[in-house]
């Protein structure tokens, strides 16, 4: 079974809009971290936050932020006021236990911003 | 600092042929993780190593194996090559074994096999 499900597999946006990426996760551990990464077309995984299971405190960093809601096992992603450079695929990632890493990722959303 | 570094960058084998990627990770990270990246199964764990030692697999056949020397750099082996083994194969390091520790990825190998 699919632990990761990133339900939306493309987005168009107009620079400026805000993007929201969605994912769900399944796991029956209570320890657990959640990641999203940023693929630009270069090829590199970018890393662009960790959340664990315990800290379900919602960040913002600059234009990002992430939404983590336990009772719905969801971890969301906001790009506020996008622009062309965040053009990219975007992972959702889950590590179940606190001793492997063992990344299972969603398929990805293709994120395209136009000018 | 260094990011973490793969070689060769491109490859091109035929089908029944083996292949050796390497990986070199960031100066002072223990942990090397591998991960297979395709068009119809997306991005698929491999192995994590950590003071050479083989401390997780995938789900994948025993065709795919790996291992890590004392200085921390790794190598995976792919023998009996398939034509759907064409992927990207992306490694990660981290200082620590564990998902407490972040996670950096290399720019991968991109295997193509005829």
């Known amino acids: 079974a699919q632990k990761v499900t990133q339900a939306q597999t493309e987005i168009s946006v107009v620079e400026k809009e805000d993007v929201t990426l969605d994912c769900v996760y399944e796991?029956?551990?209570?320890?657990?971290?959640l990641f999203w990464y940023k693929q630009p077309p270069s090829g590199e995984l970018v890393f662009l936050i960790r959340?664990?299971?315990?800290?379900?405190q919602n960040e913002i960093s600059g234009r990002y932020s992430w939404n983590f809601q336990k009772s719905t096992s969801s971890f969301n992603f906001t790009i506020t006021a996008s622009q062309v450079v965040d053009s990219a695929v975007y992972f959702c990632?889950?590590?179940?236990?606190?001793?492997?890493?063992?990344?299972?990722f969603g398929a990805g959303t293709t994120v395209t911003v136009r000018a | 600092k260094a990011g973490v570094t793969q070689t060769p960058r491109y490859l091109i084998k035929t089908r029944g042929q083996q292949v050796t990627l390497s990986c070199s990770p960031i100066?002072?990270?223990?942990?090397v993780s591998w991960y297979q990246q395709t068009p119809g199964q997306g991005l698929q764990f491999l192995f994590e190593?950590?003071?050479?030692?083989?401390?997780n697999k995938g789900n994948f056949p025993g065709r795919f194996s790996g291992r890590q020397f004392s200085n921390s750099r790794s190598e995976m082996n792919v023998s009996t090559l398939e034509l759907g083994d064409s992927a990207l194969y992306l490694c990660?390091?981290?200082?620590?074994?564990?998902?407490?520790?972040?996670?950096?990825f290399g720019p991968g190998t991109r295997l193509t096999v005829t």
């Open positions: 959340r664990n299971s315990f800290d379900e």
């Open positions: 990660a390091s981290s200082l620590e074994a564990g998902p407490a520790y972040e996670q950096y």
């Open positions: 100066s002072g990270h223990r942990s």
């Open positions: 190593y950590f003071s050479e030692t083989q401390r």
């Open positions: 796991t029956r551990d209570t320890t657990y971290y």
């Open positions: 990632a889950l590590s179940e236990g606190v001793n492997d890493y063992k990344l299972s």
